[in-house]
Every structure is written in C-alpha cells, then in structure tokens.
C-alpha cells in the first residue's frame, strides 16, 4: 500500500471515484456560498439546507471559528478531490473522516431544529460510495471475501 499514482493499466477509475471526487467539489462550493453569504436562491428553502456550518452572530467568538473550520473544510474538501480523482489512499482515508464528521455535525444541526437536509445528503451518498467494494479496491482496500475468513478462524474442539 503506496502513495505512489497509480499505472497506466489501473488508471480505469470506478464511477464512485469520479462521483466521490465531484462531492467534494460540491461541498467546497457550498461552504464558499456560505462563507460569501450567497444565496443561491432565495425562493428555494431547501437550498437553505446545504448550509454546513452555524451560523452564530456576527463578530463573537463562535463566528470566527466557525469561519475559520469554513475555510479550512473548504481547503480540505478541495485537496480531498483532487486527490480522489488522482487515486491517492490517504484521499480515501481522509474523505471518510471529513465525511463521517459532516454527517455528525448535520446530525447535530437537525437535533437542534435547524436541519441541513442537502449537506446529510451529500454525506450520506459519500459515506456509500466510499463504502463500496470497488472503490475501496481502488485505493488499495483488500476486498474482504467471505472464503479468506472462513480460513481465518480458529476453532478449538
């Protein structure tokens, strides 16, 4: 298991790769929406919903860090797809780590009557792409069959 890029032989990638990768662009997009105080449209609340970070009062304490892990999920969100796209395993690692944090933090928002619906939905098809057999194998992920652990188990008699 190296970083190194891939051969030419294994550079076919698999649709979750490609659609991983978009997701990350995806998020960083929205996290600059937010950051810039877009609205992409006014008319349509659920777009409201791809809002990821609070939104505490302006000038406190709570609104500069919150900024501050804004831009930094950004910064991470487009290293993270780039480095998807080009087959890089500490991509994959780190996709399901900003992911399954996200995903918490979404979960959080919709506790606390604020939901981010469009943001746990970019998550949600993440955490199932990065799940699959396929892409996992991609980034070099042992496929784990259900022959080789049958093999694997001890039974004591």
Known sequence: MTDSPLSAEDRRRPLGVVILSGLQIVRAGFLVAQLAGLSLSPELAWLRGAAQLPDPPEGTP?????RGVGFALIAASLVLGVGLFTGRRWAWI???VI???SLALALGAWWDNHPV???MAINVVAVFYLNQRDVGAYYGEAADVPADRAGSHVVGQ
């Open 62 to 66: 709570e609104w500069f860090l919150s």
């Open 94 to 96: 780190g996709s399901i």
């Open 99 to 101: 992911s399954g944090l």
């Open 117 to 119: 619906y469009v943001a």
